[in-house]
């Protein structure tokens, strides 16, 4: 079975960094891209990025390109999301999801249970 | 980057009803259009990919149809469970992007 699992849920101050990630089981996490995708509290779906684990190659949204950074670690099956100096406006839920193939672009078919981001003084 | 328009926000709907969501992009997209259903303090359920392939396990109500700019989302005959908020998303393109959303709420 299919799953992706996300870490816990943070709660951080403005300017702390923070590395959230997301773990791939059922299938081997390198051979499919996985994107990351912010809702913010009452709002919609946005997609930030997506990384391809078996080269790390990377692509990311303009709006967010230079805010986030998104590696991987094959050895792991894990993705992560990392910010150097988080604000307010980061908090959020943030959603891990699986692409339906090794190509690119892609529609998503497994989606992490998300982790909650909570920045604030 | 190509904008995703949903229509409507929300609609009130009773269980049987036939229910359809429209999303129209801003530019031709061809059939890279997928959509999801997002239930509340829940993570998004993908539905359908391609415009109109539905994924493993996605009831046959549900069906998607259209290409280029013009696509629809129709839930033939709505049960309660269904009662969630609808995305469309665009992979025709980098950046990927998603509708605004549809509510689909009980009258």
């Known amino acids: 079975e299919v799953q992706l699992v996300q870490s816990g849920a943070e709660v951080k101050k403005p300017g702390e960094s923070l590395k959230i990630s997301c773990q791939g089981s059922?299938?081997?996490?390198?051979?499919?891209?996985i994107a990351w995708v912010r809702q913010m509290p009452g709002k919609g779906l946005e997609w930030m990025g997506i990384?391809?684990?078996?080269?790390?190659?990377?692509r990311y949204s303009p709006s967010f390109e230079g805010q986030v950074i998104i590696t991987a670690d094959k050895s792991t099956n894990t993705a992560y999301l990392q910010w150097s100096s988080l604000k307010a406006s980061d908090t959020a839920m943030y959603y891990c999801?699986?692409?339906?193939?090794?190509?690119?672009?892609?529609?998503?078919?497994?989606w992490g249970q998300g982790t909650m981001v909570t920045v604030s003084s | 980057d190509i904008h995703m328009t949903q229509s409507p926000s929300s609609l009130s709907a009773s269980v049987g009803d036939r229910v359809t969501i429209t999303c129209r992009a801003s530019?031709?997209?061809?059939?890279?259009l997928a959509w999801y259903q997002q239930k509340p303090g829940k993570a998004p359920k993908s539905l359908i990919y391609?415009?109109?392939s539905l994924e493993s396990g996605v009831p046959s109500r549900f069906s998607g149809s259209g290409s280029g700019t013009d696509f629809t989302l129709t839930i033939a005959s709505l049960q309660p469970e269904d009662f969630a908020t609808y995305f469309c998303?665009?992979?025709?393109?980098?950046?990927?992007?998603f509708g605004g959303g549809t509510k689909v709420e009980i009258k």
């Open positions: 999801a699986r692409h339906r193939s090794s190509s690119s672009p892609d529609a998503s078919d497994f």
């Open positions: 530019q031709d997209i061809s059939g890279w």
């Open positions: 059922g299938y081997t996490l390198t051979t499919y891209w």
């Open positions: 990384i391809y684990p078996d080269d790390s190659d990377t």
């Open positions: 998303q665009q992979y025709h393109t980098y950046p990927l992007t």
């Open positions: 391609a415009a109109s």
